[in-house]
């Protein structure tokens, strides 16, 4: 079985960023997810979640939607900081930390992601 990586990547929709500065996130963390897919990954990433919250009135509350992409990293076996870290209380950095904790091989650019083929 390939090994499985989460991808974390900023999103900015609670910093207040324009739903076209959110896509424009996420258009970048797929493309992170398709070289990482070529160098023999399974991955998972979050900001696929991007559609499942797009027109959705009431979404769900910050803590629990970290609870809900966050559940994920404890099923990979690494870890990609896709992106600089903009904001102190970010996802991407409680991400990072929980990573961490778990002792996942962590990447801070797509550059350090091993070919796995």
Request: net charge negative; aromatic share 12%; hydrophobic share 35%.
């Amino acid at each position: 079985m390939k090994p499985c990586l989460y991808i974390a990547h900023e999103y900015g929709r609670r910093h207040l960023l324009s739903e076209g500065e959110c896509l424009a996130n996420v258009q970048k963390s797929v493309e992170i997810e398709r070289e990482c897919i070529i160098r023999g990954w399974n991955t998972f990433n979050p900001l696929h979640h991007h559609w499942v919250h797009a027109g959705w009135e009431e979404t769900l509350p910050e803590e629990e939607y970290f609870e809900l992409v966050s559940h994920w990293i404890r099923y990979c076996d690494a870890f990609l900081q896709g992106s600089t870290i903009r904001w102190e209380a970010s996802g991407v950095q409680r991400e990072l930390n929980l990573a961490m904790q778990l002792n996942l091989d962590i990447y801070y650019s797509l550059n350090e992601v091993p070919f796995r083929r």
